[in-house]
């Protein structure tokens, strides 16, 4: 059992930065793969990014590459998004979730636990 809880969310100019933070309970988050997911307004859930739990490989949707970073670290049972040059399209409340190693990373149905979610904001 994982339990994901997000934080770091908040309101932000265009063009400004966001760290989002997700904790997890559980004794084998190392174990698990970690994505990032954000839903905006009247849109579907989207993948955003994921870290592999062995070697740190990562996988980023194109519209983020180049200005978010996903990262992780399994002593601290914590895994980071920094989001940065943000834009008003990035507004969504984002979500993180854990998934079992192999399968896809990008597919929201392979992930078995969520967090609740965290909003994020950017004014333009």
């Known amino acids: 059992q994982v339990q994901l809880v997000e934080s770091g969310g908040g309101l932000v100019q265009a063009g400004g930065s966001l760290t989002l933070s997700c904790a997890a309970s559980?004794?084998?988050?190392?174990?698990?793969?970690m994505g990032w997911f954000r839903q905006a307004p009247g849109k579907e859930r989207e993948f955003v990014a994921a870290i592999t739990w062995n070697d740190g490989r990562t996988y980023y949707t194109d519209s983020v590459k180049g200005r978010f970073t996903i990262s992780r670290d399994n002593a601290k049972n914590t895994v980071y998004l920094q989001m940065s040059s943000l834009k008003a399209e990035d507004t969504a409340v984002y979500y993180c979730?854990?998934?079992?190693?192999?399968?896809?990373?990008?597919?929201?149905?392979?992930?078995?636990?969520w967090g609740q979610g965290t909003q994020v904001t950017v004014s333009s």
């Open positions: 559980g004794r084998t988050f190392s174990s698990y793969s």
């Open positions: 979730a854990a998934k079992p190693a192999g399968l896809s990373y990008t597919r929201a149905y392979v992930y078995e636990y």
